[in-house]
């Protein structure tokens, strides 16, 4: 096994483990050390592969699949999937038994209130990740800032937000 698969391995197997909610929480470290510590690639070419996952069908954890092919194609695509969905399907199979077995306990509920804040930071961090990573500037934050509150205060469709946002970069650019 080559040096560029053991170090998939090594980044995506500990990350696995952190995708339980969901693949959305650890892009910010998937982007960490795939432009920062490994520099597989640019900035702008984890925005083209985050684009490309998001419109795909599937799990967000896509974007592992696609960073793998970036470094070492059909075999790294594969070795990426592999650690990162492989790990925590382990661990989601172990903790449904016990969370089954323990539902409604005042320990089972104090972990998931608990693992509410976590998560809501993550993925938050994931997206100052890819606005930072975009450079678009203070436009950029206006439009997820207003977007953001848009969507939590009312129940307006995510896909006029889009275009919204997009006819004011076309405005401003």
């Not at 982007?31 to 083209?48: C, E, I, P, T």
């Not at 492989?86 to 539902?103: D, F, N, Q």
């Amino acid at each position: 096994m080559g040096r560029a698969m053991l170090d998939l391995l090594r980044v995506f197997l500990p990350l696995s483990f952190l995708t339980v909610g969901g693949g959305q929480s650890v892009v910010a470290d998937i982007h960490r050390q795939s432009v920062d510590v490994y520099g597989w690639m640019s900035n702008a070419q984890f925005l083209d592969l985050f684009a490309l996952s998001r419109l795909a069908p599937g799990p967000g954890s896509l974007l592992v699949t696609l960073v793998g092919w970036q470094v070492s194609g059909l075999v790294g695509a594969l070795v990426a999937s592999f650690a990162i969905f492989v790990p925590s399907s382990v661990l989601v199979y172990g903790l449904a038994h016990v969370w089954t077995r323990h539902a409604g306990r005042p320990w089972i509920r104090a972990i998931e209130a608990g693992l509410v804040p976590v998560a809501a930071g993550m993925v938050l961090a994931a997206s100052c990740t890819v606005l930072r990573a975009a450079e678009g500037g203070a436009w950029a934050w206006a439009v997820a800032a207003a977007s953001t509150l848009a969507l939590m205060l009312t129940k307006v469709n995510p896909f006029l937000m889009l275009a919204l946002g997009a006819c004011v970069f076309l405005i401003v650019l």
